[in-house]
């Protein structure tokens, strides 16, 4: 059984107001779960992105088994990036 744990960075405060998590942190132990969860955290922030269409998504390799999945300005709407942090 493979599981992957999906970390939400909390909010400094909660409020109904708010919009929804702009950034998954991800840690994997196998490849299997990389490719599950990432597509996952993606199609996650597709819908998030799709609300007022302003920007893409930016998958970043922090190091092995560690990423994050953010929605970023920088990224044209409807368009997914990736990096690897140096």
Same mark, same amino acid.
């Given at each position: 059984?493979?599981? @992957?744990? $999906?970390?939400? /960075?909390? #909010?400094?405060?909660? +409020?109904?107001?708010?919009?929804?998590? &702009?950034?998954?942190?991800?840690?994997?132990?196998?490849?299997?779960?990389?490719?599950?969860?990432?597509?996952?955290?993606? @199609?996650? $922030?597709?819908? /998030?992105? #799709?609300?007022?269409? +302003?920007?893409?998504?930016?998958?970043? &390799?922090l190091?092995?088994?560690?990423?994050?999945?953010a929605?970023?300005?920088?990224?044209?709407?409807?368009?997914?990036?990736?990096?690897?942090?140096?």
């Amino acid at each position: 059984m493979f599981t @992957a744990t $999906l970390e939400r /960075v909390p #909010a400094p405060s909660v +409020s109904t107001d708010e919009p929804l998590s &702009r950034t998954i942190d991800l840690e994997f132990s196998t490849s299997g779960e990389m490719h599950a969860g990432l597509e996952e955290a993606v @199609a996650e $922030l597709i819908e /998030v992105a #799709a609300k007022d269409a +302003s920007c893409g998504i930016l998958v970043t &390799r922090l190091r092995p088994g560690r990423y994050t999945v953010a929605l970023d300005e920088s990224v044209p709407f409807g368009e997914t990036y990736e990096a690897i942090a140096a």
